[in-house]
């Protein structure tokens, strides 16, 4: 294995299929605002840049049709509490671990692992104390860490400061996501991107990720 200063994994799509809930939690507080329901497939496609944008992109895909040129902010506003405090109650009704996660952080325990994700840091936090995984890593940053979500540069200082990390760093970003990749690119960090997550794999190729894996365990031939 070489010299590795740091891991830094997405969760949703990445370590967790947290699809299911996250569908079922937007459906949820759609219809309790007399909105259409949104397919999985769509709701899939809106992953990966925060709750805010998940209801954003939610609100209009569920109004298409509609004749609706604006939409209230008031009304985005209220969906979003609606979603947090929902889906924050849901998180692990059908959310599972892929079946490679636990291998893999097991196999790399000896070097530092952490979590960059845009879910809100609580609802990662208890997620991975759910599934017992939480010692595998040193440091947790969600969407509402710091006020900004990746790809911002601003969390790579974060973690370089939290990790005491110099400079030069020999890094890996492993996700699923286009923030997830330009994230891993503006920090200098190799990216991986997995393609079982969220987003569609030509996306992830045409961002310029480093490596494509199809299984979580394919990161050992990389690292």
């Known amino acids: 294995m070489k010299n590795i200063d740091l891991i830094c994994y997405d969760f949703d799509g990445t ?63 209220k969906i979003e509490r609606e979603m947090n405090e929902y889906y924050s109650g849901h998180l692990m009704d059908n959310s599972y671990l892929y079946d490679d996660t636990i291998e893999v952080l097991e196999y790399y325990k000896n070097i530092p692992q ?21 010692t595998y890593f ?29 400079d030069k760093v020999t890094g890996f970003m492993v996700g699923d996501s286009i923030p997830d990749i330009k994230f891993g690119q503006v920090s200098g960090l190799t990216t991986v991107a997995v393609t079982y997550g969220y987003n569609d794999v030509s996306l992830l190729k045409k961002a310029g990720v480093d490596h494509l894996i199809d299984h979580l365990t394919q990161l050992k031939t990389i690292i």
């Open 114 to 134: 952490i979590i960059v994700s845009n879910k809100p840091e609580k609802m990662v936090v208890a997620m991975l104390a759910y599934y017992g995984i939480s």
């Open 15 to 77: 370590l967790c299929n947290t699809l299911p809930d996250i569908v079922n939690s937007m459906n949820v507080v759609l219809k309790q605002n007399s909105l259409s329901q949104i397919p999985p497939e769509r709701v899939r496609s809106f992953i990966g840049s925060g709750i805010s944008k998940l209801v954003e992109r939610s609100v209009y895909c569920a109004l298409a049709g509609d004749n609706n040129e604006t939409v209230d902010l008031e009304l985005f506003k």
């Open 138 to 166: 040193d440091l947790v940053i969600g969407g509402d860490t710091l006020d900004v979500c990746k790809p911002d540069i601003k969390i790579w200082d974060h973690v370089k400061t939290k990790m005491n990390l110099g």
